[in-house]
């Protein structure tokens, strides 16, 4: 980055000589001021919110703020800030926000390598001696190669969570960090319509053990189990006479109502076939990732899944039990 700053400075400065004997384009005066006023940024993807020296950035002339996002994790010593160059207009989009124990947050500034936020991250007990990779984000972020980070106290697995969700609902496809006992291998699948979705939580007790491929578990053949399905808000999308037939598959042996509280009452919003670890009470995932305004309720004959919402008694008993698939949709 040194070398090309070099190279591109003394290109500049050759240019500004020039124009005081002949004729040099305004395209090349334009982008030799235009590097003059560049501003720069530090640039890292790390646990611990902290930057190499040389690991920095020129932004274009459309960027005009240093940004820092913020993506943590708590139910796992899972944690990643991303630093770059950004817009002003990307932090007074971006939906800030908690989504179970999963939070997010972007902060900007506008000088030269500021920092928007000190960042630190807090740690129970001593280094335990095992490593893991931690990373929130897409595979392209969070694949094989992301760098470990020691593990303290209790967290003495390494965690990975591959998800993929229905078409529409904003994810972090990759969660990867330190975990304790509580987390045990648990998948999860289910349909609604034509869509297919899955999350996959592996655990193991190796340094740097979860740097596994992102895994894609795939629909299988029909299992014999039909399922009514539908996908909507509260707007009768799931009403009885407007339900469409599901054929389920694989070890999608359930058929499953997703209900939103909505102003204390239970509104059905989709419908369709699901694995029993959707609503399994004990699978301590959902109780981390899911939406406090929504659960899931499961029942396995067919068409068992065409009954309105239940009532709210039995609402409060189910409502530990959704799948944590809500968990990342959309902030809203």
Not at 31 to 41: I, P, Q, R, V
Request: net charge positive; proline share 3%.
């Amino acid at each position: 980055m040194e070398d090309q700053d070099f190279l591109l400075g003394y290109a500049c400065w050759k240019s500004m000589k020039a124009i005081m004997k002949a004729k040099v384009s305004a395209a090349t005066l334009i982008f030799c001021l235009g590097m003059a006023n560049s501003l720069t940024c530090w640039k890292c993807l790390s646990r611990e919110g902290n930057c190499m020296e040389t690991n920095t950035e020129v932004c274009s002339l459309s960027q005009d703020s240093c940004i820092l996002e913020i993506k943590q994790f708590f139910a796992l010593s899972a944690v990643t800030v991303k630093q770059g160059c950004g817009t002003s207009n990307q932090c007074r989009r971006y939906l800030e926000g908690h989504a179970g124990l999963l939070y997010r947050g972007m902060y900007c500034c506008s000088s030269n390598l500021c920092r928007p936020l000190n960042f630190n991250v807090s740690r129970d007990g001593s280094r335990n001696g095992v490593k893991c990779q931690s990373c929130i984000g897409s595979t392209a972020e969070c694949g094989q190669d992301v760098p470990s980070q020691p593990c303290y106290g209790s967290m003495d697995r390494c965690v990975q969570i591959s998800q993929r969700f229905l078409p529409g609902e904003e994810l972090e496809p990759i969660i990867k960090g330190c975990g304790n006992s509580s987390f045990k291998d648990a998948v999860v699948a289910y349909q609604i319509g034509k869509d297919f979705a899955y999350i996959d939580q592996k655990v193991c007790r190796q340094s740097n053990c979860n740097n596994r491929n992102v895994t894609d578990i795939s629909s299988r053949q029909p299992n014999g189990l039909r399922c009514y399905t539908c996908r909507g808000s509260e707007d009768g999308e799931c009403a009885r006479d407007r339900l469409q037939l599901l054929n389920c598959t694989g070890a999608m042996d359930q058929c499953v109502h997703v209900i939103k509280k909505s102003k204390g009452l239970p509104v059905t919003i989709q419908k369709g076939c699901a694995t029993k670890t959707m609503c399994d009470s004990n699978q301590g995932i959902y109780f981390n990732l899911m939406r406090q305004d929504y659960y899931a309720k499961c029942c396995k004959t067919p068409l068992c899944n065409r009954a309105e919402s239940p009532s709210a008694p039995v609402m409060l008993t189910m409502g530990t039990a959704l799948a944590s698939w809500l968990a990342l949709i959309a902030w809203k």
